[in-house]
């Protein structure tokens, strides 16, 4: 199929028009300057907008590329994005710059004892990925995204698990294909035969570890704060008001139900997951009346009656539907008439402009790490109509620019 490139520039025209509208009405402009406002200030009213806007970049640059060049940088370019968002870790680089002002290569390397044309190699390379400026030459100083790695502890969390966990999770994805390509256990991830240990699913045996569990739980739940992942923006997209008691299954170190407790002061809390998680949850003093902390197998018989039963970013980690389904049903024994699950997880549009690829990502990581499966609406309902037939899908609530969606499931006549 042939696309004219006119066609696409005008189509890039009209959305940022919309955009930068919105930006001179406020006074505000956009900039990889160390102070530029965050693009996260943009209205959900112009998120579709902003999407359509980077999806149609993209495609534009792809096709001026052309196919010999895609296959000649892409996959070089993605190997080095790598090795250098490694480094940046591995030495905290951000660390080394100053807020206010810059630092020269010589300067950077010194302490770090290494050659500096190798470390102004991979800076530069940061450089072009946005992270740091080079406002005059052979002086470093910071961008709006390095200062804002230098000042989220949680973001740098993150950081580390994409350059430490994740890689080798995805060096052992051959091996884990070639042998257990077939099979859906969430023991036998890439993770799990990267670590030579299939004793727990994947998740857990992160978790379990004393040194990186505590990194990759501080990192998920900085993820959990971004815009396009942010609580806010679920909590504005449901009736969560109707519900007293509310069970969140698999909820980590109690983000989301920090958030729901603050919005609904006289909503109650527990939160129920693993032991090796219990450890990272720090109910807030403001809200801990309303807050508990249960440790609970999710492969077992809910045990407490609730209003709601929320599943937050937890079904996705299981490919197998039946798996997926056999969580739901351990619930259905707890639920009462009026009772209601929602799960927060990734509603794929098959619609969905693929140029923008942030969806697929999460998608790559979830299959990567934890033998996950992410799936379209048509998916979740295959997935409660395996769970039981005294079940059915609710409302989809999903937002654009968003990763993840509400979707509703109630007992079989319930009024919507």
């Not at 997209?237 to 919005?263: C, H, K, M, T």
Request: aromatic share 10%; charged share 20%; proline share 5%.
């Amino acid at each position: 199929m042939s696309m004219n490139l006119r066609e696409y520039a005008a189509h890039v025209f009209a959305h940022a028009e919309k955009l930068q509208s919105f930006l001179d009405s406020h006074g505000e402009k956009l900039g990889f300057e160390a102070d530029a406002r965050p693009s996260r200030h943009f209205p959900q009213e112009l998120q579709e907008s902003r999407v359509a806007l980077m999806s149609a970049c993209q495609t534009m640059y792809d096709l001026v590329e052309g196919a010999e060049s895609t296959m000649l940088w892409s996959p070089l370019a993605a190997i080095h994005d790598v090795g250098a968002y490694k480094l940046l870790y591995h030495y905290r680089l951000w660390e080394l710059v100053p807020e206010h002002g810059t630092i020269s290569y010589e300067a950077m390397a010194n302490p770090l004892k290494l050659e500096v044309k190798r470390l102004t190699t991979y800076v530069r390379h940061l450089i072009t990925r946005r992270i740091f400026l080079e406002p005059e030459p052979n002086r470093v100083g910071h961008s709006a995204a390095s200062l804002f790695l230098a000042r989220n502890e949680g973001s740098q969390c993150w950081l580390g698990a994409c350059t430490d966990d994740m890689p080798e999770a995805i060096q052992a994805l051959p091996e884990t294909y070639d042998i257990h390509g077939l099979v859906l256990d969430t023991k036998l991830s890439p993770f799990n035969i990267a670590r030579k240990d299939n004793s727990m699913g994947a998740m857990a045996l992160v978790l379990s570890d004393k040194q990186r569990g505590p990194r990759y739980s501080k990192g998920l739940g900085w993820v959990a704060t971004t815009e396009s992942c942010s609580s806010e923006i679920i909590l504005d997209s449901y009736p969560w008001e109707q519900f007293g008691l509310v069970v969140d299954v698999g909820g980590g170190d109690g983000n989301f139900s920090f958030s729901l407790a603050r919005r609904y002061p006289k909503m109650r809390c527990i939160i129920q997951d693993i032991a090796a998680q219990a450890s990272y949850f720090k109910a807030p003093a403001d809200i801990a009346h309303q807050l508990e902390y249960q440790v609970h197998d999710i492969f077992t018989p809910q045990k407490v009656q609730a209003d709601l039963y929320v599943f937050r970013i937890v079904l996705h980690v299981f490919s197998d539907d039946e798996q997926a389904a056999a969580l739901l049903r351990n619930v259905l024994p707890a639920m009462k008439e009026t009772s209601r699950i929602v799960l927060v997880d990734m509603v794929l549009d098959p619609n969905y402009p693929i140029a923008w690829a942030h969806k697929q990502a999460v998608c790559n990581s979830q299959m990567t790490d934890l033998v996950g499966k992410d799936r379209t609406a048509e998916d979740w309902a295959e997935v409660v109509r395996l769970a039981s037939p005294d079940l059915e899908l609710g409302r989809i609530f999903s937002a654009a620019g968003r990763t993840w969606s509400t979707i509703e499931i109630v007992r079989k006549g319930t009024q919507l």
